[in-house]
Nanobody
Framework: EVQLVESGGGLVQAGGSLRLSCAASGFTFDDYAIGWFRQAPGKEREGVSCISSSDGSTYYADSVKGRFTISSDNAKNTVYLQMNSLKPEDTAVYYC???????????????????WGQGTQVTVSS
């Protein structure tokens, strides 16, 4: 059974930090890249970051560059998203998802992802 399980969300003040985790199982981790998306109420799902664990390539949306860092522990099939200098506009449900590495040119397109987690809420207060 394929599973992506997010954890680490919560409530934090502006300027604070959180680290999200995404534990993957049930598929060949090296064949996929793992992306983080977020969705705020009334808004479309937005790509935040992505990592290809096989070669360590990382990708970031402009809105989070310099504040968020994505990393991967291949031994644990787990991807992390370290979020620093959080802003109220970062408030959203954060999802991790898996995309076939062959489709990385479309990494910002949610429909290209095969598997999704259930999401974790991140709330940043001003």
């Amino acid at each position: 059974e394929v599973q992506l399980v997010e954890s680490g969300g919560g409530l934090v003040q502006a300027g604070g930090s959180l680290r999200l985790s995404c534990a993957a199982s049930g598929f060949t981790f090296d064949d996929y890249a793992i992306g983080w998306f977020r969705q705020a109420p009334g808004k479309e799902r937005e790509g935040v970051s992505c990592i290809s664990s096989s070669d360590g390539s990382t990708y970031y949306a402009d809105s989070v560059k310099g504040r968020f860092t994505i990393s991967s522990d291949n031994a644990k099939n787990t991807v992390y998203l370290q979020m620093n200098s959080l802003k109220p506009e970062d408030t959203a449900v954060y999802y991790c998802a898996a995309i076939d590495r062959a489709l990385l040119l479309r990494l910002w397109v949610p429909d290209e992802y095969d598997y999704w987690g259930q999401g974790t809420q991140v709330t940043v207060s001003s």
